[in-house]
Every structure is written in structure tokens, then in C-alpha cells.
């Protein structure tokens, strides 16, 4: 491909990318609770965590593993189910933690950033109905040269959805300091009864007729 139809791609791919996190989502409230509450670097934290999951997902459809998508496929219920259990415990522990004042929030560690990074990482990748989300718009893209480029597909897919991840962490974390205490434990509950609900529907989708028909 020649400089136009590679840059061209690349920014397909980006928009993708960032058409597929900016939807509000389990990890879009983790990504505003963490950045109001913690800072904007837990926050890009949470959010890159989703990025590179997003970006392995991709990479397994932009390369038609077969093997692996045959798996998830198999996998998709204990994974969902997994998934819908790790929200539920992250409710709960959301609910239950208290609100400290923002001047009293020692400095986050880097194990607690890649700990948060790693549990959004395990989290996304619970959820394998990303991936035929992924093997779609490859398949859509093959058209304009995405088979002979996947590497650069999952590249924009990357860069698109932390760019949009590094915009929400920065935002929320500019106004962090407008939330008093009793704000931010407004803000901490109802983001607990948001992942709580969405875990609950997720559960209803897997346990209902067409989810166990499809399973």
C-alpha cells in the first residue's frame, strides 16, 4: 500500500478503536470513578487495561486464529459468567469503601496502577462477544487492504481506544477537586449500583433462553 491507503487505514482503524470504547460501559464508569476518586493516572490505568484487551481481541480476528476463536466460542459462558461475578465483587467493594477527603489520598503506587490495569485487562477479555465485534470490522475493512495490513488495523485499534481513554481520565481528572466528600460517595455508589446492574444483565442475557440456547 502506498502512504495515503496505509494512513488512511491507520485513521479507520482509530475511529474503530474509539468507537468501541466511548460507549458507557462497566469500564467507563471504573475509568471516571478511579480518575475522580484517585486521580487521572488511575484512571488511563483502568482504561488502557481495556485498550490492549480490545487490542488482543483484534489481533485475533485481523489473523483468523482459528484455533483460538473456536475456544472463546466453547469458553463464552464460564468467561461471561466470570465476568459478571468480578463486576459484582467490585460493586460490592465499591459500596462498602469509604470516601476520604481528597487531601487525606496517599499517592498511588505503581503496583496499584498495574493492578488496576491488569483486573480491566482480565475483565474486558471476559467478555468474548468482543471478539466477533472485532472479526466484523476486519472483515468489513478486508475490502480496503485490512488483510494484507492486520498489524497496522490492530495498531489503530490500540491508539484510537486509548486516545479516548487518556481524554475521559484527563477530563474527569480536572474536575476532581469540585467533588467534596459527600459528592464523590454520591458518585461511588451509584457507580456500584451501575456495575452491579450491569453485571445482573449480563447474567440475565447468559441464563435466559437464547443465552443458554446460545451457549
Given at each position: 500500500m502506498d502512504f495515503t491507503s496505509t494512513l488512511t487505514l491507520f485513521l479507520q482503524a482509530s475511529l474503530i478503536g474509539l468507537a468501541i470504547a466511548a460507549p458507557v460501559g462497566p469500564?467507563?464508569?471504573?475509568?471516571?470513578?478511579r480518575s475522580l476518586q484517585q486521580g487521572p493516572q488511575a484512571g488511563l490505568a483502568t482504561g488502557l487495561g481495556a485498550a490492549v484487551a480490545d487490542a488482543l481481541y483484534g489481533a485475533v480476528g485481523a489473523y483468523g486464529v482459528g484455533a483460538v476463536i473456536n475456544a472463546l466460542?466453547?469458553?463464552?459462558?464460564?468467561?461471561?459468567?466470570?465476568?459478571?461475578?468480578?463486576?459484582?465483587?467490585?460493586?460490592?467493594?465499591?459500596?462498602?469503601?469509604?470516601a476520604a477527603q481528597l487531601s487525606a489520598r496517599p499517592a498511588l503506587s505503581g503496583h496499584s496502577l498495574w493492578?488496576?490495569?491488569a483486573g480491566t485487562v482480565l475483565l474486558t477479555l471476559s467478555n468474548p462477544a468482543t471478539i466477533f465485534s472485532f472479526i466484523a470490522v476486519f472483515g468489513a475493512l478486508s475490502a480496503r487492504s485490512a488483510s494484507a495490513s492486520p498489524g497496522l488495523v490492530v495498531l489503530g485499534v490500540f491508539v484510537g481506544s486509548?486516545?479516548?481513554?487518556?481524554?475521559?481520565s484527563a477530563g474527569v481528572g480536572r474536575l476532581r477537586q469540585r467533588f467534596d466528600a459527600r459528592w464523590q460517595r454520591r458518585v461511588q455508589r451509584a457507580s456500584a449500583l451501575a456495575l452491579a446492574a450491569f453485571a445482573l444483565?449480563?447474567?440475565?442475557?447468559?441464563l435466559g433462553p437464547a443465552g443458554l440456547s446460545a451457549a
Open positions: 469500564i467507563g464508569l471504573l475509568t471516571i470513578q466460542a466453547a469458553a463464552r459462558l464460564p468467561l461471561a459468567l466470570g465476568g459478571a461475578a468480578f463486576l459484582l465483587y467490585m460493586a460490592w467493594g465499591l459500596w462498602r469503601a469509604p493492578r488496576y490495569f486509548a486516545l479516548w481513554w487518556l481524554a475521559l444483565w449480563q447474567l440475565g442475557g447468559l
